[in-house]
């Protein structure tokens, strides 16, 4: 079954791990909540790398956090998507010139999609992730 | 010859314990052969005692006399008679073929852990002389006999205790010598009581006296034999014992010993059923009160064990409970229809139970050969090196705690929903007991086969061992699935045997 | 009045004197070799709580100052003692074992500043997996240079992004 | 005896289909009560039919063959038991099962899933091995108690074939034994739906799988195909536990005061019968999942020994004492 | 097929329609994917990112029950204790207790 047809039935129903060390997690949490309510879409957080199929990275990551994110990744069941939440995720936001803190998320994991914001909403959460579902549908 | 079979199947073994120390001189492969093929004959007595007994119904066999079936020249029985009925064949058949079964076993077990020679004679003529005993408790029709052969089998199950010669299995054996020397003085006592009197020995004659005159010195006596036998029973307040022995005995030996508590509950309910049938309801609750006692103890106390052979007999004192809440409303409830078919599903737990931990026992020996350690915190991974040992542990765990396909569950059934009709509580108790007893087994097969794979020295189970385990976990299947072919075949008649006690008397007067 | 009243009683004690900064904060300054037997002597007097371990780094005079804020139940006053270790090699004993929760504290400060502490039980690296540079916390380790070599040269950014003129 | 093989082949199909429609419903009442709005009716067959998709990963350490297997059996013991319960018509296998067997049945899927979890290898699956074991030795109790009354109290008032599901589903059993009797079976009935969310893991009890304590528990390591077989066996489990205890306590059929004959009746019956599974699995899972939080281990011991237990000895004993007047 | 008088049960039927209901669970699985590209540490076991640096092993089983049932264990523990004459003191109780039983009933 060839990759976009599985995204195509991925994507009903997206359960999300979330690796968040920072302010990705006080982000999260409203759209879990009721009133963004990411459960509409088939979206629910689950514990283990084995059951996810999106991998959120949210906030900065340092070296040794790092090596934690990308073991997971690499645990996780393909076809997964990942996620870079933030703008820290994005160019290492406040921390640019931190000397413990990466950069850019995509020179150590694969990133499908960066949501910018510091933090970013919930609605640019949404937003992202509803940008996921529709390219997929294009694709289809 | 073959209507002498009764008391060959005593004699034999006897023969076969002493010449096995001769024979053994020559050499152990010859001792290994004279062994397996003394067992071998015993076991075609026993099985000809059975088709005997299917075909002539309740028969007696008198030492010593003549004309074998005249049971009593003048009057009362002076001679050692042996009433064969179909409960004492089954049970005779019962351990004879465990026996067989644990001897094939313990041939490459022993000598990886005794180191043959000397020690092997003395492993070979004991096994006989326990198997001898248990066949002579079996068989036997009058009270001192049944003595006779239950000192036998204390004083060899107990030398075979302190077999491994170390520290602590002495201390075992020194236990047990003393709790059978306190049974056997009560018992003793029990018989002298009977025997001065009604200055008779033979069951059935003095069943048949006491059904006239039942005087107060007769309750006294039947309870100080009820209790010496629930000590070698092993039954709640006086079940410590066992668990030591059962420790430190090697474990094809620990099978045997399962049998001898089962051919104990076959005596109790032959004094019980046959003997002082006339005080059975208030008896049968008794024997209920302990059964479920042993029940909730046996369990409750195998969870927290940390040696995998304590813990597997803690399960059989559990698993005794069961059969004595089976036997106990058999009797307390005789009359009455769920009467009987307690009793079925008692008498058909005893054969399960011996099967089901008889397995287990066996796989605890066959860790132990391949790892040398018995505690569980020092084992784990064991799957990943032996998938057949894994297999068959799975089998046993789901036979012992009556998983439905398989023979556990088809005794147990009958049993709860006939002991439900006598009290709905024991019903409950016996639900509960099962599920403990499946997270005993639950926790043993975590700690010791699952987890990463085990690093130590694995050394490769022989073929005789491996074999013999399969035989009994096949045994475990056919039973289960097809329950009717052991229930209709060895079952009932020996229910009937059971119930029957005016043909038993009838047989010797 | 409080304060002037342990203060006498640890300068009769330790010999040290005892300066009272403000309102129920005291600080003491002694030698790297006497801290320990100061404040096994100020853990009797009931400084039984260690807040934190800290290092100042004076570069100008090739020193480390190393701070440890004890605070009394009993009498609700704050201690700070000091001590001056030299900046190349700096080691000093440690206090693990008079204040257990000393032993974090140290091991972050070994990390950062590369203090070595005798008699810690575990100096094993904490947040920084696999540095090799010199301790970042220490005021001569150029942390621009080092970051600007570390993620932004080698992948070729844009230049302006990270100049800063001096 | 072609109607029983084509129901026997249908009925374990239709259980998955129920059990997933049951589970949306779970979903969505949950939803709604949190003040969400909750996902699509059909999600659970979605997040399924991903599952299927994803890849099915069998870590190193783990024992492979009971790995994979325990999955399979799990399903396949679940949707044994839909044959033996008297699912509004009388059951499949009718003469060919009765009460203790499925008490028995419903040990084995949290067997399979407890054997699954410890095969696995992974710290996460062995604690929520054992706190599923011990969780199946409290919950255990109290149900055994309940199911044993019930047939107490058929036996006492005369009843012929006490154990076998068609006779209790067959009688009105809150009548039977007078006042005490009634009161002693209501206590049990509330017994029997506080140990529901015991057995399917359910909030409260949810011990086994906790997500923020031990990383998805038993199923830390299981993902694609095998996690979706035991997605499948958790959702029938719950028509399962729920149709015996509405078998048990509620045997009211609904084709007699239509007055419907023919083939109506039983698809009447049916009908009736998963409105009954519903209201139960509404009452004893979803709203006790959405009021409490999670219990602490030991706490599920002393809560489901304490408590349930007193209170179904008590209704035992009314019961018996209900029958002798 | 064997029935008690209260209820009955038939491993046969039980097995056949096992193997059938089997036969349907293969067909679903079989919808599946089965295996996964193995990649560096995709089959590690999951530690939250770390290694799991002592290998898996089940210790302290069935903690939370022995923790509930802390009393009843304490009291079975001084029961256990092992020592030959409290076997034999237990042993006279039983006697009494039988003795009392059969005589006094």
């Not at chain 2, 001679?79 to 179909?86: C, K, P």
């Not at chain 2, 009977?194 to 003095?206: D, E, F, T, W």
């Not at chain 2, 420790?247 to 051919?263: D, G, H, R």
């Not at chain 3, 009243?5 to 006497?34: L, Q, Y």
Request: glycine share 10%.
């Amino acid at each position: 079954m060839e990759d976009a047809k599985k995204l195509k039935r991925l994507v009903k129903s997206v359960w999300v791990f979330n690796w968040f060390n920072s302010c990705g997690f006080t982000e999260i949490l409203p759209v879990v909540g009721s009133r963004w309510d990411m459960e509409r879409f088939g979206m629910i957080p689950v514990a283990s790398p084995r059951h996810a199929d999106c991998l959120i990275i949210a906030g900065y990551q340092t070296e040794k956090s790092i090596r934690r994110a990308q073991r997971i990744y690499r645990q996780m069941p393909k076809p997964a998507v990942v996620i870079g939440l933030g703008s820290c995720s994005m160019s290492g936001g406040m921390y640019w010139d931190s000397y413990n803190t990466i950069k850019r998320l995509s020179d150590y994991i694969p990133v499908d999609l960066y949501i910018p914001g510091c933090p970013p909403r919930p609605e640019a959460i949404l937003k992202g992730i509803m940008s996921i579902f529709r390219e997929v549908e294009d694709h289809a | 010859m073959m209507e002498h079979a009764p008391a060959l199947v005593i004699a034999f073994p006897l023969f076969a314990a002493f010449a096995s120390h001769l024979i053994g001189r020559l050499g152990s492969r010859i001792r290994d052969i004279w062994v397996f093929a003394s067992l071998l004959l015993t076991w075609l007595f026993a099985v000809f005692l059975n088709l005997e007994v299917m075909q002539r119904g309740t028969y007696a066999y008198t030492l010593g006399a003549d004309i074998s079936s005249l049971a009593s020249p003048a009057g009362f029985p002076v001679r050692i008679v042996l009433v064969i009925d179909g409960m004492s064949a089954l049970i005779a058949f019962m351990a004879v073929s465990v026996t067989l079964a644990s001897f094939i076993y313990s041939r490459r077990f022993m000598e990886r852990v005794s180191g043959g020679g000397e020690s092997a004679d003395r492993y070979c003529s004991l096994v006989l002389l326990f198997l001898a005993g248990m066949l002579g408790m079996g068989l036997t029709g009058d009270f001192f006999t049944l003595f006779v052969f239950l000192e036998m089998t204390s004083i060899s199950s107990a030398s075979l205790v302190a077999f491994f010669r170390k520290g602590s299995s002495f201390e075992a054996a020194f236990k047990y010598m003393i709790i059978s020397a306190i049974n056997a003085l009560f018992l003793l006592f029990g018989i002298g009581m009977i025997y001065s009197q009604y200055g008779l020995l033979n069951m059935a004659a003095i069943a048949n006296e006491m059904v006239l005159n039942f005087s107060f010195l007769d309750k006294v006596a039947l309870s100080l034999i009820v209790s010496a036998i629930l000590l070698k029973l092993g039954s709640v307040p006086v079940h410590m014992w066992k668990v030591d022995v059962y420790q430190k005995v090697p474990s094809s030996v620990a099978v045997m010993c399962i049998t001898s508590s089962l051919v104990g509950i076959y005596v109790l309910s032959r004094i019980l059923f046959s003997v002082f049938f006339s005080m059975s309801a208030l008896t049968g609750w008794m024997i209920v009160c302990l059964g479920s006692l042993s029940i909730i103890v046996g369990v409750s106390m195998a969870l927290p064990q940390k040696d995998l052979k304590r813990m597997i007999a803690y399960a059989s004192i559990a698993e005794i409970g069961y059969v004595m809440l089976g036997i106990g409303t058999g009797l307390a409830g005789m009359s009455s229809t769920f009467g009987t078919v307690a009793l079925s599903g008692g008498v058909f737990h005893i054969i399960n139970d011996a099967l089901d931990l008889g397995l287990m026992f066996l796989i605890a020996g066959a860790v132990f050969y391949a790892t040398g350690k018995t505690g569980i915190s020092k084992l784990g991974g064991i799957a990943h090196r032996s998938a057949s040992l894994s297999v068959l542990f799975i089998i046993g765990m789901l036979a012992v705690s009556g998983i439905p396909p398989f023979n556990g569950f088809v005794s147990k059934l009958i049993m709860y929903e006939s002991v439900f009709c006598l009290n709905p509580v024991l019903s409950v108790i016996g639900i509960l007991g099962s599920i403990l007893m499946l997270s005993v087994f639950v926790k043993v097969f975590a700690s010791v086969f699952l987890g990463s794979p085990y690093k130590g020295k694995f050394r490769e189970i022989p073929l005789s061992m491996t074999a013999v385990m399969w035989i009994f976990a096949l045994l475990i299947i056919l039973l289960g699935l097809f329950p009717g072919l052991a229930l209709d075949g060895l079952v009932s008649p020996a229910v009937e045997a059971l119930l029957g006690h005016g043909i038993y008397m009838g047989v010797i007067i | 009045m409080h304060e002037k009243e342990i203060a006498g009683k640890i300068g009769r004690k330790t010999g040290m004197k005892v300066d009272i900064t403000r309102k129920r904060r005291m600080s003491v300054r002694t030698d790297s070799r006497g801290l320990r037997e100061f404040c096994v002597c100020a853990k009797e007097l009931g400084f039984g709580h260690l807040s934190a371990v800290s290092v100042t780094d004076f570069i100008g005079e090739g020193e480390y100052e190393i701070l440890y804020f004890l605070w009394s139940y009993q009498d609700g006053l704050a201690l700070t003692v000091k001590t001056r270790i030299g900046r190349e090699e700096p080691s000093i004993d440690s206090v693990s074992d008079i204040w257990g929760e000393a032993q974090i504290h140290e091991r972050e400060l070994h990390e950062l500043f590369g203090v070595e502490f005798v008699g810690n039980a575990d100096l094993s690296e904490l947040f920084l997996e696999g540095w090799n540079q010199t301790p970042p916390f220490r005021k001569d380790f150029d942390w621009r240079e080092y970051v600007r070599s570390r993620y932004y040269r080698n992948e070729g950014r844009e230049r302006g992004y990270f100049e800063v003129e001096k | 005896m072609i109607m029983k093989v084509l129901l026997a082949m249908v009925v374990p199909v239709a259980g998955i289909l129920i059990g997933l429609l049951y589970k949306g419903i779970d979903r969505i009442l949950a939803a709604r009560m949190q003040g969400r709005v909750g996902p699509p009716l059909v999600q659970p067959l979605r997040d399924v039919r991903k599952l299927l998709v994803k890849e099915n990963i069998v870590p190193d350490d783990a024992v492979g063959w009971l790995f994979s297997s325990m999955p399979f059996v799990a399903l396949v013991s679940v949707m044994a038991i839909l044959l033996y319960l008297p699912l509004g018509i009388t059951p499949v296998l009718e003469g060919y099962g009765d009460l203790i067997l499925v008490l028995y049945l419903l040990i084995i899927p949290s067997l399979a899933l407890v054997l699954g979890g410890f095969a696995s290898s992974s710290p996460y699956a062995s604690v929520g091995g054992q706190r599923e074991m011990v969780k199946m030795m409290s919950y255990e109790f109290p149900l055994a108690i309940a199911v044993i009354s019930v047939a107490w109290l058929l036996y006492s008032s005369g009843a012929e074939n006490v154990f076998s599901l068609s006779v209790i589903s067959g009688t009105h059993v809150w009548g039977l034994a007078g006042i005490p009797g009634l009161a002693g079976l209501a206590v049990i009935f509330l017994c029997m739906l506080f140990v529901i969310p015991g057995e399917l893991g359910r909030i409260p009890f949810d011990v086994s799988e906790a997500d923020s304590e031990i990383a998805g528990g038993i199923f830390a390591e299981y993902s694609g195909r095998n996690l979706a077989l035991f997605y499948l066996a958790d959702a029938v489990k719950a028509v399962a536990i729920a149709s015996l205890a509405v078998a048990l306590f509620l045997p009211y059929t609904v084709s007699g005061i239509f007055g419907l004959g023919g083939a109506a009746a039983p698809a009447a019956d049916f009908l009736f019968h998963l409105l009954k599974v519903f209201f139960v699995l509404f009452v004893s899972s979803t709203v006790v999942r959405v009021v409490t939080g999670r219990l602490a281990i030991s706490r599920v011991v002393s809560v489901y020994w304490k408590y349930p237990v007193i209170l179904s000895f008590l209704g035992l004993l009314l019961i018996m004492g209900g029958t002798l007047i | 097929m064997i029935s008690t008088g209260m209820g009955s049960w038939s491993p046969l039927v039980f097995l056949i329609c096992v193997a059938f209901i089997s036969v349907v669970v293969q067909i679903i699985r079989s919808l599946g994917e089965g295996g996964f590209r193995k990649e560096e540490d995709k089959a590690e076991a999951f530690f939250s990112g770390g290694r799991l640096l002592i290998k898996n092993r089940v210790m302290d089983v069935y903690w939370g029950f022995f923790d509930a049932m802390g009393r009843y264990y304490g009291w079975m523990k001084r029961m256990h204790n092992g020592i030959v004459n409290d076997y034999v003191y237990w042993f006279v109780l039983l006697v009494t207790v039988v003795i009392g039983v059969v005589i006094l009933l």
